[in-house]
């Protein structure tokens, strides 16, 4: 059993580094154009938060045998640090101060909580208060691909969900679930069962509409994952550049 719960705990880890490195793509983007042009910085933030979290939860003091919980999620934590930084150096003043803002008070949050439960807390009670945090905010990062299903089901394609993306979102909350039902620690298995079944629900809605050619409509997909739609206009160009949500949460 302690085999089988670490072998999920490594392949956790495998799957969760490519989610937190699929952003590269968008930031390689943002340095080469010096702007952060129509992209949100909050899904990174707050991503930041969640790594916090958990990477605290998994510590040996909080919850035990959860340290392969502390490694993805402390890595996860400095890569989401540089996307913010990266982020708030292009960003416009206005959104710059609004990021800033933002980012301070995810490390207000993430400093309550570790100061209250290691000082105030102990045993059980420091595990449940450390993992009801980790645990909200881990199911609001699962939830976030829900904007993006909604367009697919929309526009019945899935141009604005690639493949991979959503195969290891669910391989990757597959393997933190099993890990969870292993380690019998409900703070990994229920945020993780949620996103393994949001996950699943996404590679169906693959399967069911990728045959779709696009329709004869102009899509346009902003950052914050809404759609404007309008009759396409004789010789115009459809959009190339999709900007995707932010989806990468352990």
């Given at each position: 059993m302690e085999v089988l719960h670490f072998i999920f705990g490594v392949f956790g880890n495998a799957t969760a580094l490519f989610l937190f490195l699929a952003p590269t793509i968008t930031f390689t983007?943002?340095?080469r154009s010096k702007s952060t042009e129509q992209f949100s910085g909050i899904p990174y933030v707050m991503t930041l938060l969640n790594c916090l979290l958990s990477a605290w939860y998994g510590l040996p003091f909080v919850s035990k045998n959860n340290l392969l919980v502390s490694t993805i999620n402390g890595t996860g934590a400095g890569i989401e640090t540089i996307y913010v930084l990266i982020f708030i150096f292009y960003a416009p003043q206005t959104e710059k101060a609004r990021i800033l803002g933002l980012f301070a008070c995810v490390l207000t949050v993430f400093?309550?909580?570790?100061?209250?439960?290691?000082?105030?807390?102990h045993g059980n009670g420091r595990k449940l208060f450390c993992g009801l945090a980790a645990t909200i905010f881990s199911i609001i990062m699962y939830a976030s691909p829900l904007s993006i299903m909604r367009l697919v089901i929309k526009t019945k394609s899935v141009e604005f969900m690639p493949f991979f993306l959503s195969l290891f979102v669910f391989l990757c909350g597959t393997s933190w679930f099993?890990?969870?039902?292993?380690?019998r620690d409900a703070f990994v298995a229920i945020p993780n069962g949620f996103g393994c079944g949001l996950g699943f629900m996404q590679l169906i809605l693959y399967s069911i509409y990728r045959n779709n050619k696009r329709s004869g409509e102009a899509k346009k997909l902003t950052a914050n994952g809404t759609v404007e739609m309008g009759a396409e206009k004789p010789h115009q160009e459809k959009p190339t550049n999709a900007k995707l949500p932010h989806l990468e949460h352990v």
């Amino acid at each position: 059993m302690e085999v089988l719960h670490f072998i999920f705990g490594v392949f956790g880890n495998a799957t969760a580094l490519f989610l937190f490195l699929a952003p590269t793509i968008t930031f390689t983007r943002i340095i080469r154009s010096k702007s952060t042009e129509q992209f949100s910085g909050i899904p990174y933030v707050m991503t930041l938060l969640n790594c916090l979290l958990s990477a605290w939860y998994g510590l040996p003091f909080v919850s035990k045998n959860n340290l392969l919980v502390s490694t993805i999620n402390g890595t996860g934590a400095g890569i989401e640090t540089i996307y913010v930084l990266i982020f708030i150096f292009y960003a416009p003043q206005t959104e710059k101060a609004r990021i800033l803002g933002l980012f301070a008070c995810v490390l207000t949050v993430f400093s309550a909580v570790a100061l209250i439960s290691l000082f105030a807390l102990h045993g059980n009670g420091r595990k449940l208060f450390c993992g009801l945090a980790a645990t909200i905010f881990s199911i609001i990062m699962y939830a976030s691909p829900l904007s993006i299903m909604r367009l697919v089901i929309k526009t019945k394609s899935v141009e604005f969900m690639p493949f991979f993306l959503s195969l290891f979102v669910f391989l990757c909350g597959t393997s933190w679930f099993v890990y969870g039902l292993l380690g019998r620690d409900a703070f990994v298995a229920i945020p993780n069962g949620f996103g393994c079944g949001l996950g699943f629900m996404q590679l169906i809605l693959y399967s069911i509409y990728r045959n779709n050619k696009r329709s004869g409509e102009a899509k346009k997909l902003t950052a914050n994952g809404t759609v404007e739609m309008g009759a396409e206009k004789p010789h115009q160009e459809k959009p190339t550049n999709a900007k995707l949500p932010h989806l990468e949460h352990v």
